[in-house]
């Protein structure tokens, strides 16, 4: 005979230990570990565009490029500003994590940069991430935290996306970056080196 146990709190840290006694027999106890929100890798080629189309090869209209050079670099890479802004967008999808607790906060996090000669306008080159929850064709706008400024080495950006009840375990959620580049003189590119998310 069989029996299923099930356990869920939002308050036991990562490490804290719990014990079910599992039988009268001395001895008989189960004890566990609260594991820590696991961090997962996102495919850069599996970026879209805003229209939720693949990327092509070159930045236009707005959506990022995917640059690659075989066994050297894998990016995505934005238009060349000329002394003006660009703003460009890619879209991933993910799927939470078996181990998310419905509620949660969970966060996001690019490695980005500024690449090129130009002047780069500090306060108007920023990474914005939007966030939503699909279900049924529906989305959903989920609360994320601030834009944050791109700098001209490459730095990890962290976002922080407010859970709710609706996002569950298994729930599409749809990440949508908006990398926005002004340059005060000469050429900039905006490139992003990896995006994870921990959850």
Known sequence: MSQTLALSSTNLPAGAAVELETSSLPGGVLSMKAAAPGSHNIDL?????????PLTATATGGAMGISRTAGTSLQ??????SSNAKTDKALFSITMPATYVSGSNFTVSVDCLAAGT????GGSTTMTLA???ESIGVETSLTVSAAQPILTTASVLTFTITGTTSILAGSQ??????MLITSASGAN?????SVSYTA
């Not at 080629?45 to 189309?53: E, F, I, N």
């Open 45 to 53: 080629l599996s970026a879209k565009s805003d229209a939720g189309v």
């Open 131 to 133: 966030a939503y929850l």
């Open 189 to 193: 590119t905006g490139n992003v080196n």
């Open 173 to 178: 959620v749809l990440l949508e970056f908006a």
């Open 76 to 81: 995505l890479v934005g238009e060349a500003t």
């Open 118 to 121: 130009g002047t780069i306008t």
